[in-house]
């Protein structure tokens, strides 16, 4: 594998038929049925990236963590019986955005991106006294989802910290994810095949 300052490092989990395209076609970028009815996060990093990534024409994008995932675990967080792939990646660095993950989280739970617990908590306490259902974020009225975006942009601060206040996780969690828009095989380092193992609940 290619060990460079140049290159980063990262593991993302497919689908099987996702790797099966990808050596039928040798790049694939997100589908647009992957991504029906995405989270507004979603959609508001799609129109980030192309800003803080030369070229990025617009496609919603890939992830994969910085860490390798312990199998034996995150296979259970997949169905039963069916294949998936651990596809490590060796990327580009110029087409890879680091993300921090407890500042992502914040963002996908529709909070607002604060350095201190107690800023968070200041402007959600003034939301909450102004708008009556502050969950659905994409009908926030205009000044106030203004304000909440604005604060979103705290993700691709470069002095923003490795690991936040925000710890909803036990251990806490310090790592990073990356975002990319293509999955290219010239990338792949190496593809390890599992089977998910959540059992579905069993009907009363």
């Known amino acids: 594998m290619r060990e460079s300052p140049a290159f980063v490092r990262a593991w ?12 039928a076609q040798g790049s694939l970028t997100v589908a647009p049925h992957y991504v029906a009815n995405l989270h507004h996060c979603y959609e508001w990093l799609r129109a980030q990236l192309p800003r803080h990534l030369t070229g990025y024409t617009g496609h919603y994008p890939w992830w994969a963590y910085c860490t390798r995932p312990d199998l034996r675990q995150r296979r259970h967080r997949y169905p039963a019986g069916e294949r998936y792939a651990l596809i490590e990646l060796g990327l580009p660095q110029a087409r890879v955005l680091s993300l921090t993950f407890w500042a992502w989280d914040l963002i996908f739970y529709g909070k607002y ?6 800023e968070s908590q200041d402007w959600h306490r003034r939301l909450e006294t102004a708008v ?8 926030l009225p205009e000044h106030w989802l203004t304000e909440l975006e604005t604060s979103w942009q705290r993700l691709f601060a470069p002095d923003l910290p490795t690991q936040g206040w925000w ?38």
Not at 13 to 18: R, T
Not at 113 to 118: G, I, K, M
């Open 167 to 204: 710890t909803p996780y036990e251990p806490p969690v310090s790592a990073c994810e990356v975002v990319f828009e293509v999955l290219d095989r010239t990338d792949i380092h190496r593809v390890t095949p599992f089977l998910g193992a959540r059992l579905q609940a069993t009907p009363h």
């Open 12 to 23: 993302t989990i497919q689908p099987w038929s996702i790797w099966e395209q990808i050596q």
């Open 113 to 118: 991106l604060a350095y201190t617990q107690e």
């Open 132 to 139: 009556p259902n502050e969950d659905d974020v994409p009908a």
